[in-house]
């Protein structure tokens, strides 16, 4: 639900280019643009330099800014780039060599080896991921649900889980954050994490004695688990949050039983909201829990 593209800055020399990027690269619509190379905004702001008129490319920098603000992904580990001596499509083709990114936007003919897709022509020729939608119902299963995370944990290392009901002593909570966890490696462009975070109510006072007796057993060499339990009245809605994007789960991070609906609904959330998430869960809660393997 959420894809990071490789968006060569040479398109920003264009003012129909910007229109449609300032369009169309947000988080709630499921497209952020990769900080390739370092200072990606640089770039932009060079090519922005070469448009006629003082006044709009003040205004164009402008809405770049707010953009990139809530947009752009940096979290990738990158080679240096000369841009005197190597183009950037020769870079872009090395960095994807570490990780592949979800489609490269450009007007150059190709960065070879990989598709390239023009900004001007997605409307005929687009990659897969450009239409996806930003609401969809999955399984409440946990290979599912997780599944339909995947594209937005695969580019994030800051992961939380905001969700007044999930509870390790709960099997099918436990199921969802054993497959969480399982998929650990592949998350923060395949580097892996070590440290995932809870926000949940704190009616349970068992909960460390929960998440030593039913996780702590499947948590990998210095994983850590913290869970923060808060008034179950400060929030009823369940999210995934990370520095990248959020995404509201309906029904929250638990398997199906017998009385549920058989789906949850996955939604993206905007920039705004997934910042409110994260500055309301920065207090003090009432009550913390914590294991590491």
């Not at 939608?133 to 944990?153: F, G, H, N």
């Not at 580097?191 to 704190?202: M, V, W």
């Not at 058989?262 to 705004?272: A, G, P, R």
Request: glycine residues 4%.
């Amino acid at each position: 639900m959420m894809y990071e593209y490789a968006l060569d800055p040479r398109l920003l020399a264009d003012i129909n280019n910007c229109r449609t990027i300032f369009d169309n690269f947000k988080p709630e619509q499921g497209k952020v643009i990769s900080d390739v190379p370092r200072q990606w905004i640089r770039e932009a702001y060079r090519e922005i330099q070469t448009i006629e008129g003082p006044v709009l490319r003040k205004t164009l920098k402008l809405h770049l800014k707010k953009l990139l603000d809530k947009s752009l992904c940096d979290g990738r580990y990158q080679f240096t780039w000369d841009r005197y001596n190597e183009s950037w499509a020769g870079y872009v083709a090395r960095v994807n060599q570490s990780y592949p990114f979800s489609a490269v936007i450009s007007e150059s003919s190709s960065v070879d080896p990989l598709d390239t897709y023009s900004l001007s022509d997605l409307f005929h020729t687009a990659p897969a991921c450009w239409n996806a939608p930003t609401q969809i119902m999955v399984k409440r299963s946990a290979s599912d649900i997780v599944d339909a995370l995947m594209p937005l944990l695969c580019i994030s290392r800051h992961i939380i889980l905001i969700d007044r009901h999930i509870y390790p002593g709960n099997t099918r909570s436990l199921r969802v954050l054993r497959e969480l966890i399982k998929r650990s490696d592949l998350f923060n462009f395949g580097r892996g994490i070590k440290k995932i975070q809870i926000h949940s109510s704190n009616h349970r006072m068992d909960y460390q004695q929960s998440l030593e007796q039913h996780l702590l057993p499947h948590l990998p060499s210095d994983f850590e688990v913290s869970a923060s339990l808060w008034p179950k009245a400060v929030e009823h809605d369940r999210f995934l949050v990370t520095e990248v994007g959020g995404i509201d789960l309906g029904e929250g991070f638990n398997e199906q039983n017998k009385q549920d609906t058989d789906e949850v609904k996955l939604s993206l959330v905007s920039h705004d909201i997934r910042k409110r998430l994260i500055s309301k869960f920065s207090g003090n809660p009432t009550y913390r829990a914590y294991v590491k393997g």
